[in-house]
């Protein structure tokens, strides 16, 4: 959308790409692309950001139409890699009676992930990363190959815990490549159940402790209660809206995705986030609640693009 003034950063979001397959009442389905970073590059693009999804997926009849959507949502996937006689992944999303999604995944990606090219990033752009993707061992090669890219490039490196329940049992194997993704990053998000995980704690001040070591500026969510943002300099609670939502799948992928926007239209001129100011911290941080709650309030997993100038103001 024209009126906002993004800067220029270019946003790569590396991670799985899936069909998600998506039922109210367990028998019938709708057919939406997703996988998290799919859903934070589709809304970003909508809304005029310049962004590149990093991704795998199928030379498949899916696999095309996710190519096609990708396309025509401003989305590019230069860096994508189709995979010849593999299907793409699929995931059955299950929303239960407060709209929230179980899932079951089924893969079909070759164990190896093949040479392919990578991206040469600037010092303005923005690497999102994370998920299971991010730990993986099959792709941990790939991750750290852009990681150590990013870094070297001085991008601002975003990275999304979003531990599931199945991978728990990983943890003491997962744990060095989770603290590797911490300490690479720029910014860290996890909800409380990610951060019980992977180190045993609930409380806000703990957990930043821990964090803080390897990465400054944290992003903890609670559910539908207040979150919280640590930065070097200050930390601030922020209210979440009450909604009755449609679904809340994508929920925090857009949050990702609306704090990124935040940043990229952000008025300051400076490129070192530790800079930022409080009040630029409240836009950013309402950009992201504001894609999270139109996201709820759809049956997509991505927000619509039709957001009016100081759409995020009624967030903070």
Same mark, same amino acid.
């Given at each position: 959308?024209?009126?906002?003034?993004?800067?220029?950063?270019?946003?790569?979001?590396?991670?799985?790409? !899936?069909?998600?397959? !998506?039922?109210?009442?367990?028998?019938?389905?709708?057919?939406?692309?997703?996988?998290?970073?799919?859903?934070?590059?589709?809304?970003?693009?909508?809304?005029? @950001?310049?962004?590149?999804?990093?991704?795998?997926?199928?030379?498949?009849?899916?696999?095309?139409?996710?190519?096609?959507?990708?396309?025509?949502?401003? !989305?590019?996937?230069?860096?994508?890699?189709?995979?010849?006689?593999?299907?793409?992944?699929?995931?059955?999303?299950?929303?239960?009676?407060?709209?929230?999604?179980?899932?079951?995944?089924?893969?079909?990606?070759?164990?190896?992930?093949?040479?392919?090219?990578?991206?040469?990033?600037?010092?303005?752009?923005?690497?999102?990363?994370?998920?299971?993707?991010?730990?993986?061992?099959?792709?941990?090669?790939? &991750?750290?190959?852009?990681?150590?890219?990013?870094i070297k490039a001085s991008a601002i490196i975003y990275y999304d815990l979003n531990i599931?329940?199945?991978?728990?049992?990983?943890?003491?194997i997962l744990m060095p490549s989770f603290l590797n993704n911490i300490a690479a990053s720029?910014?860290?998000?996890?909800?409380?159940?990610?951060?019980?995980?992977?180190?045993?704690?609930?409380?806000?001040?703990?957990?930043?402790?821990? &964090?803080?070591?390897?990465?400054?500026?944290?992003?903890?969510?609670?559910?539908?209660?207040?979150m919280y943002i640590f930065t070097p300099k200050y930390n601030k609670i922020y209210n979440?809206?009450?909604?009755?939502? !449609?679904?809340?799948?994508?929920?925090?992928?857009?949050?990702?995705?609306?704090?990124?926007?935040?940043?990229?239209?952000?008025?300051?001129?400076?490129?070192?986030?530790?800079?930022?100011?409080?009040?630029? @911290?409240?836009? @950013?941080?309402?950009?992201?609640?504001?894609?999270?709650?139109?996201?709820?309030?759809?049956?997509?997993?991505?927000?619509?693009?039709?957001?009016?100038?100081?759409?995020?103001?009624?967030? @903070?």
């Amino acid at each position: 959308m024209t009126y906002f003034r993004a800067k220029n950063r270019k946003v790569y979001a590396l991670g799985e790409t !899936v069909l998600d397959l !998506v039922s109210d009442d367990g028998l019938m389905f709708r057919a939406v692309p997703g996988g998290s970073m799919l859903n934070a590059s589709v809304s970003l693009g909508r809304m005029g @950001i310049d962004v590149e999804l990093i991704s795998e997926f199928g030379t498949d009849i899916a696999g095309d139409q996710i190519a096609n959507f990708l396309s025509s949502n401003s !989305v590019q996937s230069t860096y994508s890699f189709r995979h010849l006689n593999h299907c793409t992944s699929l995931s059955l999303a299950f929303l239960d009676k407060d709209r929230n999604a179980s899932y079951s995944f089924y893969h079909d990606v070759p164990e190896e992930m093949p040479n392919s090219e990578t991206p040469e990033f600037q010092n303005d752009d923005i690497l999102l990363f994370g998920s299971f993707y991010a730990v993986k061992p099959n792709r941990r090669n790939y &991750v750290l190959k852009l990681l150590q890219k990013a870094i070297k490039a001085s991008a601002i490196i975003y990275y999304d815990l979003n531990i599931r329940k199945a991978h728990a049992s990983k943890l003491d194997i997962l744990m060095p490549s989770f603290l590797n993704n911490i300490a690479a990053s720029t910014i860290v998000k996890g909800s409380d159940e990610d951060f019980f995980h992977l180190f045993g704690l609930s409380d806000a001040e703990a957990i930043y402790k821990k &964090v803080s070591p390897y990465c400054k500026l944290l992003i903890i969510t609670y559910g539908e209660k207040p979150m919280y943002i640590f930065t070097p300099k200050y930390n601030k609670i922020y209210n979440i809206n009450e909604i009755k939502p !449609v679904s809340t799948i994508g929920a925090g992928d857009n949050f990702n995705a609306g704090f990124i926007f935040g940043i990229s239209t952000l008025d300051s001129a400076t490129k070192n986030i530790d800079d930022f100011q409080p009040d630029e @911290i409240d836009r @950013i941080v309402g950009c992201g609640l504001a894609f999270a709650t139109e996201t709820c309030l759809s049956a997509e997993n991505y927000i619509s693009g039709n957001l009016e100038m100081d759409f995020w103001k009624k967030f @903070i």
